[in-house]
């Protein structure tokens, strides 16, 4: 039995095994600068085709499995992630969830899709509500 599709905005924090179709729109390697530079991740961003965008997150220990495989602007189906709580401290969407990958994560890229998903996405918010995330270094107002 083939698993269903979820959305972005219906995941629950847990093991999912639900097919979530998504475009990577960038990604990144995050280093640990206390440590000389050590990779810590590569950190994603994903939309869906109801424009939600959500973090996901690959570990150092799985790094080599998916990083070659990443491409910005590509559609992927996800599935057999975990789904966990977003960091407080450092947030790239407003999404209360994101995405980190582990043993069971399948990642296949795919060339086309039915459903219309964003290639870019904005996050417009007020000027003010952008002054007080200044130097917070809890969101980046400039993604």
Known sequence: MANSRVLLADLKAGRCSNVAEVRLLRFWEARNVRKGGE?????????????????GSVGANRQLRFRDRLSEGSLYTLTGFDVTRSNTNFRLSDAPFSIRFNEGT???????????IPTELFRFMPCS?????????KQLPGM
């Open 39 to 55: 990779p810590m991740s590569v950190d994603m961003l994903f939309v869906d085709e109801n424009s939600t965008l959500m973090q």
């Open 106 to 116: 399948e990642l296949d890229k795919i060339p086309a899709s039915v459903r219309p």
């Open 129 to 137: 509500q952008v002054l007080e995330l200044a130097n917070t270094g």
